[in-house]
Every structure is written in structure tokens, then in C-alpha cells.
């Protein structure tokens, strides 16, 4: 059977202090009450992985980052490599969230090279992508999550698919309040994983983790994560309040 994982994605929130003080708040929750079938990720700024990695270290939360350069290593101020997220003790790092695509212009082909240097420094990637408003409307969703994948995705080996994980999130619905409908999720997800299977075949497919990102709060979780092809969810606002983030993994 496939993973189920929620992810807590913090964006650019919490001091030092308020993060880890959380973070040993919600890896105390799951050492007492272990959360089962979920794996359970928190997606830090960078500061706090190193005091995030400590606290988690018995190894019921993972961790992981919310962005890598797109560089390895070298003059580039103010970046932080995959290499350097690695050796605070993440294993996981978001590439592509819609807010770096539109805010920081990130394209498909620099999320592909990012992707690529997160897998070769030992991280796994939790690759996001999905469509607008203006492209759901104009029905050409499909279209647009395929390329995505074909660009910034789709030119791994099959070998290292399995370090990666899937976050479809349609823009539309992120921190607008406006969740896609279970229908509408499960279409994307059941479309998402024929790709999959096209690309890399049904054993790869079947493993895949594919998240649904959007709006995911505790009223709605349970009936997204019902559906067949939905393995859990990538969480914002939900996840810097404690009981909704643990109300959601428990959902799973
Ligand atoms: P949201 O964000 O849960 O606040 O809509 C989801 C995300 O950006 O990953």
C-alpha cells in the first residue's frame, strides 16, 4: 500500500522561538499518540531546521524545507543549497509551490533543476504544480498540470521517482478558501497518476504519493482524503494552529 502524508507547509511565519516551541509541541502529540498510517512532515523556514531537526529526532515528524537554490554551491548570496538543508537533518523539500512560480518566477524548467540537485543531495522533493483560476475556467487544467509534470518532473530516471512526492494544488484554492471538491480532486489525482503510469509505469504509478494542497482544513479533510487517489494533503494556514494540523492527520 501507498504512504499517506500530511505536510505542514509554515511559509513565512513563526520566530525561532514560536517554531520550535510548536514543533516540540506537535512531535510531543505524536510520540504520546502515533499517527498511524500518515507520515507527518513540517515544512520550515530554514532557520528553524536545525533546532526542528533536534526535536524531531525520534523520528515520528519528519522534516523538510520549503525551497533550494537552484545552484549547488558557490557565490550565490543569500541562497541555501539542497546539500546545506540536508546536513541540518531535513529529508524533505518542497520544489515549486505555486507562491515561489508566481512570486519569485520560477519555471518549470528551473523547478526541474532544482528537483534534480534536492535527489542527488539525499533529499526527497514534494514537487507542487497545478493550474489557476483562469486556466480551471477555461478548461484547460489538464493541459497545464501535464506540462508542468513534463518539464519539471517527467525527465527524472525511473529510479528516482521514489524519492518523490506529488503535491497538487490548484492555485485558485490556496489560502483563498476555496477547496477543490473531493470530485474534483479525486479527477485530478486519478488524471495525475495515468501520467505517471504512462511515463513510468504501473509499479511507479501505484507507489506514488499525490497530494492534494488547497484550502485542506479539519471539515473537509476527511472526505478529500477518502477518495481513492488522494494519499493526503500539503497544509498551510491549517497547519500553524495545532489541533487543526493534528485533526487533519488524523482525518487520514
Ligand atoms: P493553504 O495552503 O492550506 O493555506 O491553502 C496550501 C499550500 O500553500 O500548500
New binding site residues.
Given amino acids: 500500500m501507498r504512504k499517506k502524508i500530511v505536510a505542514g507547509?509554515w511559509?513565512m511565519n513563526m520566530s525561532l522561538e514560536e517554531g520550535l516551541r510548536f514543533a516540540r509541541s506537535v512531535d510531543q502529540y505524536f510520540r504520546e499518540k502515533p499517527a498511524g498510517k500518515a507520515e507527518v512532515i513540517l515544512c520550515t523556514p530554514f532557520i528553524h531546521l536545525p533546532g526542528v531537526a533536534e526535536i524531531v529526532k525520534s523520528g515520528k515528524v519528519a522534516l523538510g524545507a520549503q525551497n533550494c537554490a537552484s545552484e549547488a554551491s558557490g557565490a550565490y548570496t543569500g541562497e541555501v543549497s539542497a546539500f546545506m538543508i540536508k546536513s541540518t537533518g531535513a529529508q524533505y523539500v518542497i520544489i515549486g509551490?505555486?507562491?515561489r512560480r508566481s512570486y519569485y518566477n520560477e519555471n518549470d524548467k528551473l523547478l526541474n533543476k532544482k528537483t534534480v540537485l534536492a535527489l542527488n543531495s539525499g533529499l526527497k522533493a514534494i514537487f507542487?504544480f497545478g493550474e489557476v483560476k483562469e486556466e480551471r475556467e477555461a478548461g484547460t487544467h489538464f493541459i497545464i498540470v501535464k506540462r508542468q509534470l513534463d518539464e519539471g518532473l517527467f525527465t527524472l530516471p525511473v529510479e528516482e521517482m521514489n524519492k518523490i512526492v506529488i503535491?497538487y494544488?490548484p492555485v485558485w484554492?490556496?489560502?483563498?478558501g476555496l477547496t477543490a471538491t473531493p470530485e474534483q480532486a479525486q479527477e485530478m489525482h486519478q488524471y495525475i497518476r495515468g501520467l505517471v503510469k504512462e511515463k513510468y509505469g504501473n509499479d511507479c504509478a501505484k507507489q506514488m504519493p499525490i497530494l492534494y494542497?488547497?484550502?485542506?482544513k479539519p471539515s473537509n479533510a476527511a472526505e478529500l482524503f477518502s477518495k481513492p487517489d488522494v494519499d493526503g494533503g500539503?497544509?498551510?494556514?491549517?497547519?500553524l494552529k495545532k489541533e487543526d494540523f493534528i485533526a487533519i492527520v488524523e482525518a487520514v
Fill in positions: 507547509n511559509k509551490h505555486s507562491e507542487c503535491a494544488e484554492a490556496i489560502g483563498t494542497g488547497g484550502s485542506c500539503l497544509i498551510g494556514g491549517a497547519s
